[in-house]
Nanobody, 116 residues
Framework: QVQLVESGGGLVQAGGSLRLSCAAS????????MAWYRESPGKQRDLVAT???????FYVDSVKGRFTVSRDNAKNTVYLQMNSLKPEDTAVYYC??????????WGQGTQVTVSS
């Protein structure tokens, strides 16, 4: 089992920054990939970025150059630094952990609202 708790969301003006955190706990140590997703009202949940336990990262085109994934292994926490935020970044952001056995665990989500 893996438990994930996101935090750091809020209201920010366009052009501003936020840093989301995803704190992981539990007994499954086979997690090899952490991912950030976002879901806007009426839309499906979309991938934003991923980071493997070897440090490889992936970003969707819409956030490249603006968002950065990082981790603090000592704190079992993954971060999503979001800069130059746009109104279209408004969504509930979720983190996901994928284990070596292909099982996914999700956090509860954190709301990010970007005003124009």
């Amino acid at each position: 089992q893996v438990q994930l708790v996101e935090s750091g969301g809020g209201l920010v003006q366009a052009g501003g920054s936020l840093r989301l955190s995803c704190a992981a706990s539990g007994s499954d140590f086979s997690v090899y990939l952490m991912a950030w997703y976002r879901e806007s009202p009426g839309k499906q949940r979309d991938l934003v970025a991923t980071e493997t336990n070897r440090g490889s990262t992936f970003y969707v085109d819409s956030v490249k150059g603006r968002f950065t994934v990082s981790r603090d292994n000592a704190k079992n926490t993954v971060y999503l630094q979001m800069n130059s935020l746009k109104p279209e970044d408004t969504a509930v952001y979720y983190c996901k952990a994928r284990t070596a056995f292909g099982r996914d665990y999700w956090g509860q989500g954190t709301q990010v609202t970007v005003s124009s």
